[in-house]
């Protein structure tokens, strides 16, 4: 949870559109990591990771396309480094463990292999659709 705090403050404090979508899919991974761990299947992090991604890198293209190459400014990068310096050196930080007691998965245990089968066919009627879309008679795809 540590590193997802500093992730989302170099997000606040990043200049350049790049930086912002490349913090952006590092939070993602580490969410999907703590899913994960959470409910003990990966079905749901996965759909959440492909989900997520896809339009972190429309964004990505899009940013791409439209800034110039620029380079990191050092200012930034000298103020991620304190801060980063700072927080991990602290010892009052309190490291919330991804296991906690206060967190019981008793009610999900029953339900888990009908949330997982529902979520492999989720996946894969998704995955059809977005074939039959992007098919160039049928879909919205330009043809040159």
Do not use: C, H
């Not at 019981?104 to 066919?121: D, E, I």
């Amino acid at each position: 949870m540590m590193m997802v705090i500093v992730l989302s403050v170099m997000f606040l404090g990043s200049m350049q559109p790049i930086m912002m979508v490349l913090s952006l899919i590092f939070i993602l991974l580490l969410y999907s990591l703590f899913l994960y761990k959470l409910m003990v299947s990966f079905w749901y992090s996965y759909a959440l990771v492909m989900v997520m991604l896809s339009g972190v890198f429309v964004i990505f293209t899009y940013m791409a396309s439209l800034s110039p190459n620029e380079g990191f400014e050092i200012y930034s990068l000298i103020f991620l480094v304190l801060f980063m310096v700072i927080v991990f050196l602290n010892k009052k930080v309190v490291i919330i463990s991804l296991i906690s007691d206060f967190v019981s998965l008793n009610l999900w245990v029953a339900y888990l292999g009908l949330f997982s089968l529902f979520l492999v066919v989720l996946l894969l009627s998704v995955m059809v659709m977005v074939v039959w879309v992007s098919m160039k008679a049928k879909g919205a795809l330009r043809v040159f």
